[in-house]
């Protein structure tokens, strides 16, 4: 059903959905165009409003072949949308859900056209804060480039940054989604460019491996990880393409690469990977706890280490589903420096002996009523058996003769 959208724009059918809005299919005066719809309760934010119209320059001032180019911003009433480029095509979530993995060639391409969109924006001084599969759309009317892969375009600039106002997310929450977030985010810093590098370094090695190198499990778990953690090697690249990597998922932002450097040294990389198929690695957790969904209680779960992970976006909140999105521009907490230190708080768990439930588990509450049951009985038990020999030394005294005392040992009687 055809809605207008301010009084230049109709839109005519949904393409697609997100946690920030629904983009639709539209007609402006130039032509066909994406409008991208955002949530009600954003548009009935005024502080939002006023934000979205400052950006407005930066955003329509974003002009390079691959950004998804934003040509417009409505506020009108309740909508509240940007009008955007229509690419014709699909974007990287959906290819990657069909192929699992691509071979290297046409990844690192994809991937390097991404790069020199990111180097356009951060040239004007824009972080985009949610670079992610779903974010790069693939234009399948564009010529074929290394590997067979099809331009690539980042899309929905502006939108984690007008989004992450003071009074939507508190200094204890952060804006993005756990896969992608860069460990100095999870600290607490504010996001600078090189949170993009590596959100895109993520996105290169989930191409590559089919998982994400910190993903799976608890959403506090995967940030934990992030700061935590080393990226696990991936076998049957050239070692030049992983030391890139490892050097754009580095945890100190200033090591990383620049995006237009990125961008080069991944072109440079391109004759060496022509012709290797797609990597066979194993994937962490295995089919069997593929399809699992983690089941926990809010407050008290604390993931262990030796959990299996599980492939795929998480929900965020028990008994919710999942959106293709994976959760883009969820509020989580920060973890306080004990918990990402592995601390006996929060996402890291106490340590224990081994076969010992952990303090405050379900399985410690349930072992401390069975020791308490335990204890109960065993002193009902000797009360029990206690009187019992009273009664017992009660009733032989009483029907016997009296006991003979002494007489050395009495005492004399009185005169």
């Known amino acids: 059903m055809a809605r207008n959208i301010g009084s230049r724009y109709t839109a005519h059918q949904i393409l697609g959905r997100g946690s920030a809005g629904t983009v639709w299919l539209g007609e402006g005066p130039e032509g ?98 949610d670079v992610k599969p779903e974010n790069i759309l693939l234009d399948m009317e564009g010529p074929l480039g290394p ?73 506090g778990a995967v940030l934990r990880r992030h700061v935590t953690e080393t990226v696990v090697p991936l076998p049957g690249i050239p070692e030049e393409l992983w030391q890139l990597l490892v050097q754009c998922l580095a945890k100190a932002p200033a090591s990383r690469l620049r995006a237009s450097e990125l961008a080069v040294r991944l072109r440079d990389l391109l004759p060496l990977l022509a012709g290797i198929p797609p990597l066979d690695v194993d994937e962490p957790g295995g089919d069997e706890t593929e399809q699992q969904s983690p089941a926990y209680d809010e407050q008290q779960y604390t993931p262990s280490a030796e959990e299996p992970r599980r492939r795929g976006a998480v929900p965020l909140v028990p008994g919710s589903s999942p959106d293709s ?35 405050g588990s379900a399985r410690n509450k349930a072992a401390a009523v069975r020791k308490r049951r335990i204890t109960l009985g065993a002193a ?33 009687a009185a005169p």
């Open 32 to 129: 066909p165009v994406a409008i991208k719809l955002l949530r009600e309760d954003l548009a009935s934010d005024q502080e939002l409003v006023g934000r979205f119209v400052q950006e407005r320059t930066a955003l329509l001032g974003l002009d390079h072949p691959q950004v998804v180019a934003v040509r417009d911003l409505v506020v009108d009433g309740n909508d509240l949308a940007l009008v955007m480029t229509l690419v014709r095509g699909t974007d990287l979530r959906t290819r990657l859900d069909r192929e699992r993995r691509l071979a290297p060639e046409a990844a690192v391409a994809i991937i390097a056209d991404v790069a020199d969109g990111l180097a356009a924006a951060h040239k004007a001084g824009v972080v985009h804060r």
């Open 147 to 219: 590997g067979g892969a099809h331009p690539a375009l980042l899309t929905d600039f502006g939108v984690a940054k007008l989004i992450d106002t003071p009074r939507r997310t508190k200094a204890t929450k952060i804006i993005g989604t756990p896969d992608y977030l860069a460990p100095e985010i999870v600290e607490g810093l504010p996001p600078r460019a090189a949170v993009d590098i590596y959100a895109l370094a993520t996105v290169l090695y989930e191409l590559l491996a089919g998982f994400t190198p910190f993903g799976g499990g608890h959403p």
């Open 380 to 412: 009902a038990l000797l009360l029990c058996a206690a009187i019992a020999v009273g009664g017992w030394l009660a009733t032989s005294g009483g029907g016997g003769d009296p006991v003979p005392q002494d007489s050395e040992n009495s005492a004399p």
């Open 325 to 359: 999105n994976r959760d883009t521009h969820t509020s989580m907490r920060v973890p306080a420096p004990d918990e990402l230190a592995g601390g006996p708080l929060g996402t890291a768990r106490a340590p224990r002996a081994p076969g010992r439930p952990r303090p």
